[in-house]
């Protein structure tokens, strides 16, 4: 495994899940279960630069798997403490500063953090997989004497590693369902599941009854609408009162319970 790649590709997972302001990141404990498995005695034996650097990181992942607050949150301060994390390793710094400052959309944001979650996944499933074979190899070579059945130890070797490949082929969280072409039920059970989420939240009514009638009941949730007339014809106004209306006459879409987001309006 490559430490600093992982343990980067951690950072950055988890500010992005800081970034959508949800309170408590979920990758918590796959982030956790990788710190575990890094072991700073295992990396780079002889350059000490590279240990006290990769301790370091995981000393600051850690904290942040400990932060609940995100209102404490602040990259900038993260920043300042990676770039003394790392000394004067300034490639590595270079690539956690750029995985930390590229601005990306909300759409983006979750999308990547998906990409990132598989991506540590591998990185635990490869440490575990190099953990079982030199752990089964240094038996077999070392201590062969003691192992009172080679047959049984060959297959509790493979035993360890069949565990490891039925739990990374586990479906993407990201994935709602599959469907077969050949198979008209599966079809149908999932356009029931669409029906069922599509509820009604997903659309965006406005304070005018023929607005909405046009746009079949409101605008969708996602679409980029574009507010075209010439100058000192109040697109401004108009895209400010429909702002408004969205917030007055549509229930919120929380991802914590309890928790309304701001509803902000920027220049366009």
Known sequence: MDHKLALTTAVTLIHREFQTGVEGTASVELIRELLDLIKVSDVNLGQGSDNNSIANIKSTLADLCRQSEIAAYEPSDLLTRLRMNVADDDKWYNALERSINSKLDELAVLKSINVLRGKVRAFINQEKVAKILREGSSAWNFRYSSIESPEKYIQ?????LEGISSASGEKD????????FDKPETLDAVTKQVVAINDGTSLWKTGHQAMNEMWQGGFRAGETIACGALAHNDKTGTTLTLFRQFARYNKPIVRKPGKKRDAVAGPG
């Not at 969280?173 to 077969?180: N, S």
């Open 156 to 160: 509790d070797v493979i035993s360890q």
């Open 173 to 180: 969280a990201a994935v709602m369902d599959e469907v077969d």
